[in-house]
């Protein structure tokens, strides 16, 4: 059986991607953590570009919402 390398995600360096490493694909559980940080503070995003119109017509809809209609039930803030 060959031994098989991956690139680790954090640091870009070499990670032996077998069973035996508890941290894989990660070189260690240094590079592990350090990505968890980074998912954890939001460090991973996709950028999104809103078009204005779009915000708009959203704030439309939420404006236009009922409250008074019969199926909004205030009786469930008293329950729980």
Do not use: H
């Not at 069973?19 to 999104?48: H, K, M, T």
């Not at 017509?57 to 409250?67: C, G, P, R, Y």
């Amino acid at each position: 059986m060959s031994v098989k390398y991956v690139t680790c995600p954090t640091c870009k360096g070499a990670a032996l991607y077998d069973s035996s490493n508890e941290s894989r694909p990660f070189c260690s559980s240094r590079c592990q953590l350090g990505d968890l940080a980074a998912w954890a503070a939001d460090g991973y995003r996709i950028p999104v570009t809103i078009a204005p119109q779009s915000v708009n017509s959203a704030v439309a809809q939420v404006d236009t919402v009922d409250l008074d209609d019969s199926s909004f039930s205030s009786d469930f803030f008293a329950q729980n």
